[in-house]
């Protein structure tokens, strides 16, 4: 039995996130279709993420086993003829038999993109959020480092989860801006639900002097949702590196 890792981008936009659901279509579901197509049967594949609706990829690895020999460069070919243009398949290799796409994860990059232009551009509509008051990168640059470290982030938490651990590591986040786009990039060993997008929306609040000064420590520590900042939107973000 061969252990295949596939890496795929993806545009959300029309899916309800990664993971299968009863009533809507998602990434895991066109994937699996695509599967089934290629290698006339539908393993259990896992997912390195569960991405909400609405979020993107440039980067998600998928992980499933398999008897048939199909090598890894037609596996590319045969998936892409099957998946729709806004799902790819960027690579296929050959992995350990106990490699796991989630649970050998060591770190995960996400980047949220804020067109930071006063008017909207329709070109970006569902690919970064449009923020039309004007940003200091690099203060909040200098700001979002009070994130690094090891912190309970239940403050950074949407309500809808019941992880009971709450702990995470954050190994870096930057801010920073390119023309009007500014960047929020930020590497953790894991995620909680809708954390980087509360994690930006909490640093637009900084940036609106909502939250003063160096409090943003205070915020974290606090493990309170609702001194943190609003939930920014889904369409800002992408699952941009996987380390393994």
Same mark, same amino acid.
């Given at each position: 039995?061969?252990?295949?890792? =596939?890496?795929?981008?993806? @545009?959300? $936009?029309?899916?309800?996130?990664?993971? &299968?659901? +009863?009533?809507?279509?998602?990434?895991?579901?066109?994937?699996?279709?695509?599967?089934? +197509? =290629?290698?006339?049967?539908?393993? /259990?594949?896992?997912?390195?993420?569960?991405? @909400? $609706?609405?979020?993107?990829?440039?980067?998600?690895?998928?992980?499933?086993?398999? @008897?048939?020999?199909?090598?890894? %460069? +037609?596996?590319?070919?045969?998936?892409?003829?099957?998946?729709?243009? !806004?799902?790819?398949?960027?690579?296929? +290799?050959?992995?350990?038999? !106990?490699?796991?796409?989630?649970? $050998?994860?060591?770190?995960?990059?996400?980047?949220?993109?804020?067109?930071?232009?006063?008017?909207?551009?329709?070109?970006?509509?569902?690919?970064?959020?449009?923020?039309?008051?004007?940003?200091?990168?690099?203060?909040?640059?200098? /700001?979002?480092?009070?994130?690094?470290?090891?912190?309970?982030?239940?403050?950074?938490?949407?309500?809808?989860? @019941? =992880? %009971?651990?709450?702990?995470?590591?954050?190994?870096?986040?930057?801010?920073?801006?390119?023309?009007?786009?500014?960047?929020?990039?930020? /590497?953790? !060993?894991?995620?909680?639900?809708?954390?980087?997008? &509360?994690?930006?929306?909490?640093?637009?609040?900084?940036? %609106?002097?909502? &939250?003063?000064? /160096?409090?943003?420590?205070?915020?974290? %520590? $606090?493990?309170?949702?609702?001194?943190?900042?609003?939930?920014?939107?889904? !369409?800002?973000?992408?699952?941009?590196? =996987?380390?393994?």
């Amino acid at each position: 039995m061969r252990n295949l890792l =596939v890496e795929i981008s993806y @545009d959300g $936009s029309q899916y309800h996130g990664w993971q &299968i659901q +009863k009533n809507a279509l998602t990434v895991q579901e066109v994937f699996q279709n695509a599967v089934e +197509k =290629v290698f006339c049967s539908r393993p /259990e594949i896992k997912g390195c993420s569960r991405t @909400d $609706s609405g979020v993107h990829a440039n980067s998600y690895f998928i992980s499933f086993k398999t @008897d048939k020999n199909i090598k890894p %460069e +037609k596996v590319v070919m045969a998936l892409n003829t099957y998946l729709p243009k !806004d799902i790819a398949v960027l690579s296929c +290799k050959e992995t350990d038999a !106990d490699f796991h796409a989630r649970y $050998s994860v060591k770190t995960k990059e996400y980047i949220y993109k804020i067109y930071n232009g006063k008017i909207r551009n329709p070109f970006y509509n569902r690919y970064a959020y449009h923020y039309r008051y004007a940003i200091d990168a690099d203060y909040l640059n200098r /700001e979002a480092k009070a994130f690094i470290g090891t912190y309970d982030f239940s403050g950074f938490c949407s309500s809808n989860s @019941d =992880v %009971e651990d709450t702990v995470r590591t954050v190994k870096n986040f930057e801010v920073f801006r390119k023309g009007d786009m500014v960047y929020f990039k930020v /590497e953790a !060993d894991g995620f909680l639900y809708n954390m980087v997008r &509360i994690m930006v929306g909490t640093l637009l609040f900084v940036n %609106e002097g909502k &939250i003063k000064q /160096e409090e943003l420590k205070v915020v974290i %520590e $606090s493990k309170n949702r609702k001194m943190a900042g609003k939930t920014a939107p889904p !369409d800002g973000l992408y699952l941009n590196r =996987v380390n393994y």
